[in-house]
């Protein structure tokens, strides 16, 4: 489903990314993790084709993201860290401008939008102005605009990020029933987040990748703590000498 091929971004004075390659199966749902400044946002923005690599390639369902990225786009549904909401909208109004402006059919605008109210439990919210929601249901906006086309592909940048206890529980229960209906990539640097809703983990550190494995494979040898401290540890330990 998701394919990343020694994926590189280089800016004037800086490699964001640095030769990157993981793989997502069909409805398998990826923790891709790593401390701030780690080059996750960059990697989401390349996928989503927000930003074109400097070298490497990243195809999504057998669609090269490069070559065809109106068929990426087709396919993915993205939540940046911070929701492209408009505040003077309804929530109604905002899911409906969304649906047209991906393409959904005339006839199934309203039962697209029906639907994405219902998987993110925003029914009671649905007539409110965006701006005056609380954070919570301004995240759950958020995710509803990513399926409200029913992506093959979820990507999900920081969303828990600034949320209260309460409102992260019911974030990460959403994106556990949004698994198996999606692919989904889940970019934290939260470990509970992933542990909590992924199958799979991929770690990076200083734009590199410095693990793929599986939760089942990271819990047998012990906690995801322990492992991402161990990956970004011996990445720096390779990368110093020391």
């Known amino acids: 489903m998701i ?56 195809s ?4 090269d993201v490069q070559e065809t990225p109106a068929e990426v786009r087709a396919r993915i549904g993205y939540l940046p860290e911070t929701p492209p909401l408009y505040p003077e909208m309804t929530v109604d109004s905002y899911l409906l401008f969304v649906a047209r402006l991906k393409g959904i059919p005339r006839k199934q ?9 219902e998987r993110t439990n925003l029914g009671e ?25 029913e992506p093959e592909v979820l990507i999900l940048d920081e ?31 939260i470990l509970p987040e992933v542990a909590e809703t992924c199958e799979k983990i991929v770690i990076i550190h200083e734009g590199r990748l410095t693990r793929e494995a599986t939760m089942s494979e990271i819990q047998a040898e012990g906690s995801l703590e322990q492992a991402f401290l161990e990956a970004i540890r011996l990445d720096h330990q390779e990368q110093t000498g020391r």
């Open 109 to 117: 605008l309203q039962p697209s939008c029906a639907r994405a109210l």
């Open 125 to 149: 919210v649905r007539h409110r102005i965006l701006g005056n929601l609380s954070k919570g249901f301004r995240q759950r906006v958020g995710i509803a605009q990513a399926i409200v086309h």
């Open 60 to 63: 999504i369902a057998g669609f």
């Open 159 to 189: 969303p828990t990020v600034g949320l209260d206890p309460r409102q992260i529980i019911e974030i990460r229960e959403l994106i556990r029933n949004l698994a198996g209906d999606h692919t989904i990539i889940l970019s934290t640097h």
């Open 3 to 58: 394919e990343v091929q020694e994926l590189t971004k280089e800016f004037a004075d800086h490699q964001a990314v640095r030769g990157i390659s993981f793989s997502a199966a069909p409805g398998e749902t990826i923790g891709f993790l790593g401390p701030n400044g780690a080059g996750k946002t960059t990697t989401m923005r390349m996928l989503t084709g927000f930003l074109p690599p400097t070298s490497g390639s990243a």
